[in-house]
Every structure is written in C-alpha cells, then in structure tokens.
C-alpha cells in the first residue's frame, strides 16, 4: 500500500508553498526515526541520497559509542552509510506543519549494497525470500502504549518519579472513561489518516491511561514503515497537548504491560493462502507448517520481539502477556493465537511481542521461521486448550534478555536465514543492555536495602 504522496504531487506541493520541509529518515537498531530535515526545496532537486555516521546502528538508548560491533567501532573510524530515499513511502505528515516524511534504507558507501543489518534491509531480505517462494507476506501490528500527564520533559526534571496516567482506573473498550483523552486520540487517528496510514480505530486498553491504535493490514514492508510513524506520532501529538506516551514494556511492575502483537498470513494473487475452507478451523496446510516452524524457533526468535531488560518484565501471569509459546484458537493466554478461524481472514496472531519492539526486526524473524517450516513441511503440534499460565512441561517464553540472547546466538535457523554478521551484532545489543543494567543500582536494591541490610 502507498503512501499518500508521489514525487511529482510533493513538487507540486513545494511549489504552492504548502510543503517546506522533508524529513528523511532511516529506522535504527531500536526502532526510531533518524535522519535529516530538508528544505523541501533542496530535497526535490536532489531526491536520490544523502549520508549519515554509520555508528548509528552501533549505539543504545542513550546513543552511547558502544564498543564490540564488526560493523562500527573507533578502529573502523566511523564511516559513513548512504541514505537512499524510497520515494514510494513519501507522506504528508499533517501534525507537523508543511511537513512531508520520506523512509530511506540504508547503503554501505563503499559496496553500494543494502547495509545487511540495518532493521529496513534485514526485513527486506526475508521479504524476497517469501517472494522467491510465490508469497506475499501481510501482516498488522496491534500498538499499546500509555498517555500520561505532564511532558517528557517534566518527566525527565523529575526523575521519572511522579508518572501520573491520564485515567484513574482501568479504561479496556470504556467509551466515556476514555472520552478525556480523545482530544489526544482524535488527533492521533485523523492526523495518521491524513499521512496516507488507515488507521481502523483507537480504544481504552486494560489499565488506566493505556491505549491502543490499530491500522490496516498490509504488506509486511508498510506494515514496518507505517508502525515506526504511528509510535513517532503518538509522542509528538501527545506533547503538543502537554502530555508524554510510552511504549515502554513495563513501566510500573503493578501495572499491565503494552504489547505490540503480529497478526501475519501469506498471499499468493490476492488470496489468502492459510485458508482452506475444507481444513479444520479453515487451516491450510501451509499455514500449519507456517504455524509449526514459529512454535520451533521462537525461542530464538523471542529477542527479536523482546529486545530489552525491562521487556522480560511484561511477561506475568494473569496479566494477557503470555509465558508459554504454544497455540490455541481464540485464547488469549497462548503466544500464538489463531484469529479468524474458518473464515477468509484466518491468521497467525503472535502475542509474545512487546510495545518496545522494532516491528521490522520482528516481523522480518517472525517471517523467516514461519517460510523455514513451510520449507522444511513441519508438522504442527497439538492445539493447546485451557489455561496456558498453568499449563506444564510447555515450551516456555525466555524470562530474561540474557536466556533471549543465548538463544539467538545459538540458532543456526536465523543465522542461515539473516546472516552470521546481522545475528552476532544483535547479541552485541543484548549483552549490552544486559551489561549496563547489572551495573547500575536500582530503585528496588536502594529501598529494599538501605536501612535493612
């Protein structure tokens, strides 16, 4: 699905005066917009490149230098990566001013190929993949995240200590309890509607101050793209009324986590090749294999959609974020949901994924599993009926990033299908963020300890 502008209509656009300015970006290990503003002027006669450092998919959270990646280090001296414009993801971006986006990928300067593990590329290659294969792999995430009063900024001044939700109570599908956010909201829905992202709804989610926001189905690639606008929406619209959202995992161990669960199937000309009206639950043997090669690896998976220490902490039961990775239809307590069943929208939901997830990374391993199962013509294991918080001698979701990373770094499924380089880097980010939290002293250590100990 396009964007909602073509190159010649943003010409246009700068000519009239109502565009200015074009925002080039790229997406970085963590899931976040990087780039350049351009005068709009200076973009439209000069569309095809630009450049950045290439330690911007060498850093953390905090854009510290980290040490340890093949790709960038101080030996290397920090090169530069080409930005390459992809026209066709040119959008209005009508929350900020005379605003137009475009995403770009990104190039090793020297090589001329796509660098191999930037998040855009690596889904990329999973995307051609499916296509070698005849498929056409479409998938939607479902965002949670939390509004709260106050701006980052404040939020920042004060050490994070007075986070006050926008609700009091618990607000899942509540019209009025909700209604003193919709001036938040409203704007979030026409304003991505207006970037050219079908935006189907918003609702309350299950605790206070908690929302989702769900879009359109759509190819994987602006499945991707669309996700990354609508989490970078949601915080600027939200600051523009003097609030702040997060999509951490888990910001208050009492409090639910905010997901962002996969609902993905394959298209071959249009059709929806995991139905089959003659199977059970309208369940092709496609998708059966699809299903059974996401089972098989999603415990080396799970770090693509847990990236981070505080990820972990999401995963609780009785709370919907699941702790076993096994399937079941319609429930809500496995991490693989078949949603749909018997109809012509039949699909895989997988629910382990969290709100901090970087969508292209998750779906680009969801995809390599599910296409290595219909190659390898896995068999699907038994559906799982009940409670699965209590069920027994399952295979379990990692209970820590550090379990996650082991599990990456040992799997020769996603290393053969992303390549040794794009694995080994992303184990370098998770023993990271492994390594700056065993360092730091915590909240809990200071209270549970300082007088007792």
């Excluded at 995240?145 to 939700?165: A, I, M, N, Q, W």
């Excluded at 009025?176 to 956010?181: G, H, K, R, V």
Aim: aromatic share 10%; hydrophobic share 40%.
């Amino acid at each position: 699905m396009p964007a909602n502008l073509t190159f010649d209509t943003l010409k246009k656009a700068v000519q009239s005066g109502e565009i200015d300015t074009v925002t080039v970006a790229f997406v970085d290990m963590q899931g976040r917009l990087m780039g350049k503003r351009f005068h709009a002027a200076h973009f439209i006669e000069n569309p095809d490149e630009t450049h950045c450092c290439n330690y911007l998919l060498a850093t953390d959270f905090e854009m510290n230098t980290v040490q340890g990646y093949a790709a960038a280090s101080w030996a290397t001296g920090y090169g530069d990566y080409v930005m390459k414009p992809d026209l066709s993801t040119l959008r209005r971006v009508p929350w900020s001013p005379g605003t137009a986006l475009c995403m770009c990928d990104l190039y090793d300067h020297k090589t001329h190929e796509l660098v191999p593990h930037a998040p855009r590329s690596i889904l990329r290659r999973q995307i051609a993949r499916a296509a070698a294969m005849g498929f056409d792999p479409m998938m939607a995430t479902e965002l949670e995240f939390y509004l709260f009063e106050e701006s980052f900024k404040t939020h920042f001044d004060t050490g994070y200590r007075s986070l006050v939700p926008t609700a009091r109570h618990n607000v899942d599908y509540a019209i009025t309890s909700t209604f003193p956010d919709e001036p938040v909201m409203r704007a979030l829905r026409n304003g991505l509607y207006g970037a050219g992202i079908p935006v189907e709804n918003s609702k309350g989610e299950a605790n206070a101050g908690q929302h989702e926001i769900n879009v359109k189905y759509s190819d994987a690639l602006d499945t991707a793209d669309m996700h990354v606008v609508v989490k970078g929406a949601t915080k600027e619209i939200a600051y523009s009324y003097g609030q702040s959202a997060t999509f951490l995992a888990k910001f208050a161990h009492g409090q639910a986590g905010s997901s962002s669960h996969v609902h993905q199937s394959l298209f071959q000309d249009g059709r929806n090749v995991f139905y089959d009206a003659d199977a059970e639950y309208g369940m092709s043997a496609l998708m059966r294999h699809y299903m059974a090669g996401q089972l098989q690896y999603a415990r080396e998976l799970t770090y693509f959609l847990a990236p981070y220490v505080n990820s972990y902490k999401r995963f609780v039961t009785g709370l919907f974020a699941p702790t076993k990775a096994i399937w079941s239809v319609d429930n809500r307590t496995a991490g693989f949901r078949v949603c749909g069943d018997g109809t012509k929208g039949v699909r895989v939901e997988c629910r382990i994924g969290g709100s901090d997830l970087n969508p292209y990374l998750a779906c680009a391993a969801l995809l390599a599993a599910g296409l290595e199962g219909i190659e390898k013509k896995l068999e699907l294991e038994p559906e799982f009926a009940g409670d699965a918080y209590a069920a027994q001698d399952v295979r379990q979701v990692p209970k820590t990033l550090g379990e996650a990373a082991e599990e990456l770094n040992g799997s020769a499924m996603l290393r053969a299908a992303m390549g040794d380089e794009v694995v080994d880097h992303y184990v370098r980010a998770a023993n990271w963020e492994t390594e700056e939290f065993n360092r730091v002293v915590t909240d809990w250590e200071l209270a549970r300890g300082f007088e007792r100990a």
